[in-house]
């Protein structure tokens, strides 16, 4: 099967999800929250997440999640990962609560698409700020995509990770979890990255891109993804986007949609003139 194909099924039996007035969605990917450890790339970044998350609650935003939320290639562990950041997660379970959260899984956490895990590690977690157990998303379906569509004109995104263009990453994913796990980890630490990946390999990356990019022409269809960490709206390429992620050195990125406005967004650190430091906003 090829990558056009596996890229079709992908939206094989998914939920449709409405556009129009009054409707808000912020589009997050590859956030890789992990276990606090030096290998966690998230951790740098959790203030501005957590700032963006408060954001996207207090103003009615529906939270997509295009894949790779959490590291399940570098760690075995989803309860470590959820006592590490259970103050994003109990965030997250506040979305789930309102009805307005939706999850992806993408190739880092593609042991989610089975319903078994998410019965064993997302009915609830332990919150360190609490001491005690929460609830987390008890019932939730982790889907392969998501479809956005306007009632009056029609007009669809196609929301997914973005890792199908890649066989590595998508048929032979163990294999690729078995090197980033006990091959690439090590050798990231002494600063060799993993060349098979299309968010460290400048060349993986454009091949992917042009193969998303592709898809989304030949099928005349607007394509959202995530996998390349490469935050994309482009006139260019009006047929493809990308939310980027949020590990980049300083910042993260997502998309907002509300109605059939997508605007790529920017989440940073700025010092304000008397020397305080403060979360910002920009649109790019």
Not at 20 to 28: I, M
Not at 82 to 90: I, L, S
Not at 238 to 261: D, L, Q, R
Request: charged share 25%; proline share 4%.
């Amino acid at each position: 099967m090829g990558y056009k194909q596996r890229l079709d099924r992908a939206f094989d039996d998914v939920p449709v999800l409405p556009l129009g007035q009054g409707k808000k969605y912020v589009l997050f990917s590859d956030c890789h929250r992990g276990n606090g450890t030096h290998n966690d790339n998230f951790l740098k970044n959790q203030h501005l997440y957590l700032a963006a998350m408060r954001y996207y609650l207090r103003t009615q935003y529906t939270y997509i999640e295009l894949g790779d939320g959490d590291e399940l290639w570098e760690n075995r562990s989803m309860d470590q990962i959820e006592e590490v950041h259970g103050e994003a997660f109990e965030l997250l379970s506040r979305f789930y609560r309102c009805g307005r959260l939706y999850m992806i899984y993408g190739n880092h956490d593609i042991v989610k698409k089975q319903a078994s895990f998410s019965q064993k590690k997302c009915a609830c977690f332990y919150c360190a700020t609490r001491q005690c157990e929460l609830p987390l998303f008890p019932g939730i379906v982790f889907y392969s995509g998501l479809i956005l569509e306007h009632p009056i004109t029609g007009n669809r995104y196609y929301l997914t990770h973005g890792h199908q263009a890649s066989i590595l990453n998508s048929l032979l994913w163990p294999l690729s979890r078995f090197l980033v796990r006990y091959v690439w980890k090590p050798l990231e630490q002494v600063g060799v990255l993993d060349p098979t990946s299309a968010a460290k390999n400048y060349r993986t990356k454009q091949r992917t891109e042009r193969k998303l990019a592709e898809w989304a022409g030949e099928r005349k269809r607007i394509l959202i993804t995530g996998h390349t960490h490469r935050p994309m709206v482009s006139q260019e390429r009006v047929n493809y986007m990308n939310t980027g992620s949020c590990v980049h050195p300083c910042f993260i990125t997502c998309i907002e949609i509300e109605n059939e406005t997508i605007t790529l967004v920017k989440w940073y650190m700025d010092a304000q003139s008397d020397g305080n430091l403060v979360v910002e906003r920009r649109t790019l």
